[in-house]
């Protein structure tokens, strides 16, 4: 019966999406492939990507379809399970890609892609399955997270990006005294918390060291240190808008473009966002540099894997998505999505164009930080995702305290974490 | 209902039969030709979805793969495993506010504007549309709406609060957790007043008017005459509007999803069982189709055995004239 409703839903589902039109062989002779991916805003310019191969590869269409992103999972899922599913896909990292190797529908790429054994160990591990340690997709984009700000407000208050934490709380008191607000930051929309308390707090809890003692089972969310950089992050509050628990993300986002706000402190994502916004916006980026009882002293920026391209097992055209996937790994493609689509690709050996992306990207090579929920700590069920951001929507409402999410946060992962011992 | 039609259907078709003087197949094949169409549909739609959710959260998945048999086991995590034992109960809590907010706020101004254009010469038709236009508008539509004329940064209503002097009134409104869920019950009762009001308004009409008429030669007061005549006979109608106001509070899902995205808010102060069943379904992991079937069919239990309850208990109380 499972299996006869999930044909059903996958029949439903790719006749509504691909209007019943398959992809393959058709009678000239050309083959189209047929690539999935949840970036509706970037059709586009996938298409224009993938021009590039067509070019060199005469007979082969690629097809770039993208479907709403909310919904994306659910679809890729019932579509890797069927015939009439996508030749490649785009897939989400760490934890989110596990339910899609897990069903048997991608085709692992170990000794497939020469060109993977090139990338970092830390990029591959966010497109690896648990189970097995293989890789199941080509890293695309790599995505960190800074504090944006409005550089001609900036310039306005005579306030330079900081060197020192110090440098960062005086500049935000200019703000404040001047009647502009420091932080445009979201509450209600509680998935931002976890990129906010890593944008603020990483150095404090010791980002990557933490990490590697967390992962071997030598640390824990409850140690002092995590509890303090919660609490760092919520003493940031001073400098945010008012009423902020009630503030959404566009609100957020709207204060800063605005210029109503200085600083707004998210993924390299926005930055694209921003423009299309307020096309004349001026921004640059920073990092928060060491706070107080800094675990680290150097000024981290945190990062992460933001998904892969990974070829179906159950596609006929097994050889040439196979080649689509190894042209992905390559660094024409990997320049080509850099300059197209304004992202950082994580392809090794190129460098994005654009200067916010390429100090973005420097920082994250020179001193990456983590994103422990997302990546580590987002395979199991109940996520540290989830269970961090609604732990923090209560440290900021005044109804926890650090220490009481902290142990909350360790008492839910532990259900499913195994440390490597 | 399809059960009476059948049983009406099937004696008419027994007398054409009797007439004939064909046997009791006659009888049988009638009866399949009227409700064998209905029958398939509900089957499909409604009996064959129920029981795949039933079989589908007594296994363990892998994604879309089915895995072993689980038992009860996908039941036990979703009613003990730690966040979510407490996150059940507080969205069933908050549902369970939802339910008594919405009955005292949507269905007694309901009632109050039904009585109010009740044999109202003037207006009533412009009124009973004009209460009743938010009903034309998607949940999501006004919860997104709401969601910005109530933004404390952009939003018109504490605008307007601050441009009185009233300071003190402006507030996060849906980042507060003491507001947040009144404004839920608030901006559900603008949108749905015009259901119950419209159902009062008929059901008031079907009052006799002479009862009435005695009641007031008899001296008895507006406010006494409502409550001893109309409500016992609009009783019935009460009854429905109290199950069909269970039923949509405690499957609701759209409006709270808009105005405090999938965890319900800061705080989860908005949380409710239709939320937690999507988080459970799209973030719950590998396992996410087991465990999301699990509470489907807690709310599907709970919901259809209160239903059946309390349709019992008002069926006792109806008054008829």
């Known amino acids: 019966m499972a299996k006869l409703a999930r044909w059903v839903l996958a029949a439903a589902v790719v006749a509504a999406a691909t209007g019943c039109a398959p992809g393959g062989a058709p009678a000239d002779g050309n083959i189209t492939l047929n690539v999935w991916g949840w970036r509706t805003e970037d059709v586009a310019a996938y298409n224009k990507i993938f021009e590039r191969y067509e070019k060199n590869h005469p007979g082969v269409n690629v097809e770039y379809r993208a479907f709403k992103n909310t919904e994306y999972n659910t679809i890729l899922l019932t579509g890797l399970a069927g015939d009439a599913g996508p030749d490649l896909a785009q897939l989400r990292a760490y934890g989110e890609l596990q339910p899609s190797i897990a069903s048997g529908g991608l085709l692992a790429l170990d000794g497939q892609i020469e060109a993977l054994k090139s990338f970092p160990s830390s990029t591959l591990d966010g497109v690896r399955s648990k189970d097995d340690g293989k890789v199941y997709g080509v890293p695309f984009a790599i995505q960190t997270m800074h504090v944006i700000y409005n550089k001609k407000l900036f310039a306005a208050h005579a306030i330079a990006p900081p060197a020192t934490w110090q440098d960062m709380t005086a500049g935000a008191d200019t703000l404040q005294s001047a009647g502009v607000t420091p932080f445009a930051v979201t509450v209600r929309d509680d998935w931002m918390l976890p990129i906010e308390h890593e944008i603020f707090g990483a150095g404090r809890y010791g980002g990557p060291d933490f990490r590697e003692r967390l992962l071997r089972g030598n640390a824990k969310f409850t140690d002092p240190d995590y509890v303090a950089s919660i609490e760092l992050y919520a003493g940031t509050t001073k400098y945010w808008q008012p009423k902020f628990s009630g503030v959404g993300y566009d609100d957020a986002k709207a204060l800063f473009a605005s210029g109503k706000a200085a600083m707004f402190p998210g993924g390299v994502w926005e930055l694209a966002e921003f423009r299309r916004a307020v096309p004349d916006i001026e921004m640059g980026i920073f990092n928060v540099p060491p706070p107080p009882d800094a675990k680290v002293n150097k000024t981290l920026t945190p990062g992460f894997v933001d998904g892969s391209f990974g070829v179906s097992s159950r596609t006929p055209r097994q050889a040439q998505a196979l080649e689509l996937a190894r042209w992905m790994a390559s660094a024409e493609f990997g320049q080509a999505f850099s300059d197209e689509l304004t992202q950082i690709s994580a392809v090794p050996g190129t460098t994005p164009t654009d200067p916010l992306l390429k100090q973005a990207f420097e920082g994250f090579r020179a001193n990456p930080g983590p994103y422990l929920m997302y990546g580590d700590f987002g395979y199991g069920t109940p996520s540290g995702a989830e269970l961090l951001r609604a732990g923090l929507a209560d440290v900021l409402l005044g109804r926890k305290s650090a220490a009481d999410v902290a142990s909350g946060l360790q008492r839910g992962v532990e259900q499913w974490f195994r440390p490597r011992g | ?321």
């Open chain 2, 1 to 321: 209902m399809s059960r009476r039609v059948c049983s009406a259907v099937s004696s008419s078709g027994s007398g054409l039969v009797a007439k004939r003087g064909a046997g009791s197949s006659g009888r049988v094949g009638w009866t399949a030709f009227f409700c064998g169409p209905a029958a398939l549909l509900y089957t499909v739609f409604v009996v064959v979805p129920l029981v795949t959710a039933l079989w589908y959260s007594i296994f363990s998945w892998r994604g879309t793969t089915q895995g072993p048999l689980s038992g009860l086991d996908n039941y036990a995590t979703v009613l003990t495993a730690y966040p979510y034992q407490d996150q059940l109960l507080r969205a069933f809590g908050h549902n369970g506010v939802f339910f008594v907010g919405t009955m005292l706020v949507q269905n007694t101004v309901g009632l109050a504007l039904a009585l109010l254009l009740h044999r109202a010469p003037l207006g009533r038709r412009l009124f009973q549309t004009l209460y009743s236009l938010p009903y034309l508008i998607s949940p999501l539509v006004v919860g997104y709406l709401w969601s910005m004329l109530l933004s404390p940064s952009f939003g018109p209503v504490n605008a307007v609060l601050e441009a009185v002097g009233l300071d003190a009134l402006a507030r996060p409104w849906l980042g507060d957790p003491g507001t947040a869920l009144p404004v839920v019950v608030l901006v559900n009762a603008w949108q749905w007043v015009g259901g119950p009001m419209l159902i009062f308004g008929a059901a008031l009409a079907a009052v006799p008017a002479e009862l009435e008429e005695s009641a007031r030669i008899d001296g008895a007061s507006a406010w006494k005459t409502f409550w001893t005549v109309r409500f016992p006979l609009i009783l019935p109608t009460v009854g429905v509007v109290t199950l069909l106001t269970f039923i949509g509070t405690f499957n609701v899902f759209d409006l709270v999803f808009a105005l405090g995205g999938s965890s319900g808010g800061p705080g989860q102060a908005m949380d409710v069982l239709g939320l937690l069943f999507y988080r459970l379904a799209f973030q719950g992991g590998v396992n996410a189709i087991g465990l999301s079937s699990a509470l489907a069919m807690l709310m599907f239990v709970f919901v259809f055995g209160i239903s059946l309850l309390v349709d019992r208990m008002l069926r006792r109380r109806e008054v008829n004239p």
